[in-house]
């Protein structure tokens, strides 16, 4: 996991004009969750692979790939079997962001190597270090969508995801 300072970031905001919100310190894994570590706390909760899923070991690349077809209510279980939570949406722009409000985890344009957005196929979490955050924190712009811990805006039963 990787340290997110906190303090002011520039977050949010309307027609792309963010705003300064202060942010307290958190913890946030450096990358997305892999199949292998998922399967983990499947196996101990007793609880059947995701739909789509192989069947077997999870070895090689199978298992560096990242966790789909998880619910919101079982990414929250995942992340209390582990210890950990999921992020709220501020504590993810501020993971992604960092302070100067940047609209890319790695910087102002777009890149033409950055993350894995324009493809259908999933890659090993953490595959593409050019997607790096201010913190170090990979693949939050790219490979597969992740659940925060954030309702949607008047929406009961949504999530907002990323």
């Known amino acids: 996991m990787v340290v997110v ?4 970031a520039l977050l949010g905001g309307e027609a792309g004009r963010p705003e300064p919100r202060h942010v307290a310190t958190f913890l946030m894994d450096r990358t997305e969750t892999t199949r292998r ?3 983990g706390y499947l196996e101990a909760a007793g609880r059947h692979r995701p739909i789509g899923w192989p069947e077997g070991p999870l070895d090689g690349e199978e298992g560096t790939l990242p966790a789909t077809e998880v619910s919101w209510d079982d990414a929250r279980r995942y992340a209390e079997w582990a210890g950990k939570r ?3 949406t501020e504590e993810w722009e501020k993971a992604g962001r960092g302070i100067d409000g940047r609209p890319y985890p790695w910087g102002r344009l777009r890149s033409a190597d950055g993350p894995n957005v324009e493809t ?3 890659e090993p979490v953490g595959s593409r270090p050019v997607d790096a955050s201010p913190y170090g924190i990979l693949d939050l712009c790219g490979n597969v969508m992740e659940w925060s811990a ?3 805006p008047g929406e009961a039963g949504f999530r907002v995801i990323y």
């Not at 300072?5 to 002011?8: M, S």
């Open 37 to 39: 570590a998922y399967l």
């Open 5 to 8: 300072a906190g303090g002011t």
């Open 150 to 152: 954030t309702a949607w």
């Open 120 to 122: 259908a196929r999933l």
């Open 86 to 88: 999921l992020p709220t």
